[in-house]
């Protein structure tokens, strides 16, 4: 760090230093000095640094709150500085750029055909529909090997019978 300071003098960069030495060559030297000094490290030897370590991540923290706070910084912010990070992939991801082409079949379709149209659709899941088309649950690998353990005789149930009701949707 000390030697990056000529160089923050040169570009005429303001900077905050966090130490726990108000006297280090690099408090001295920056424009903001944050003292983050603790009486004794938790340490059974005051030697390795486990006190002021956390200290010092408490202060970066408040001091990353604050700034975020005082710049009204929103969550479209994170994806648009660090759009390759988890938070703006996260943000910037939509449900129609990661979901597969679901297969789809009647409430009243037997159980061969729920075992046919999730083994072809390679998902592991079929969207059931009403009469009218509109769709109100899905079967699962997982509920189809629940059903066969719980029923044994498959041949009279329909995907009615197994299917997981009230599913969570998303828009595109």
Not at 20 to 35: K, Q
Not at 55 to 76: E, I, K, Q, S, Y
Not at 146 to 154: L, M, W, Y
């Amino acid at each position: 760090m000390i030697k990056l300071l000529p160089y923050l003098r040169h570009i005429q960069a303001c900077s905050i230093a966090i130490t726990g030495n108000p006297a280090s060559t690099l408090a001295t030297s920056a424009n903001v000095h944050l003292d983050v000094s603790v009486e004794r490290e938790s340490c059974p030897n005051n030697l390795a640094p486990t006190t002021s370590t956390t200290a010092t991540l408490v202060m970066g923290d408040a001091l990353a709150v604050a700034l975020m706070n005082r710049r009204a910084f929103m969550p479209v912010d994170f994806a648009r500085f660090h759009p390759g990070g988890s938070l703006g992939r996260k943000l910037l991801t939509k449900a129609m750029e990661v979901m597969h082409q679901v297969r789809f079949l009647a409430c009243t379709a037997p159980f061969a055909e729920v075992v046919h149209e999730i083994s072809e659709g390679r998902q592991g899941i079929v969207c059931v529909i009403d009469d009218a088309g509109q769709m109100v649950g899905v079967v699962t690998d997982g509920d189809l090997r629940r059903a066969i353990e719980k029923q044994g005789q498959t041949e009279h149930l329909t995907a009615n019978d197994i299917m997981g009701r009230m599913p969570v949707v998303v828009a595109q």
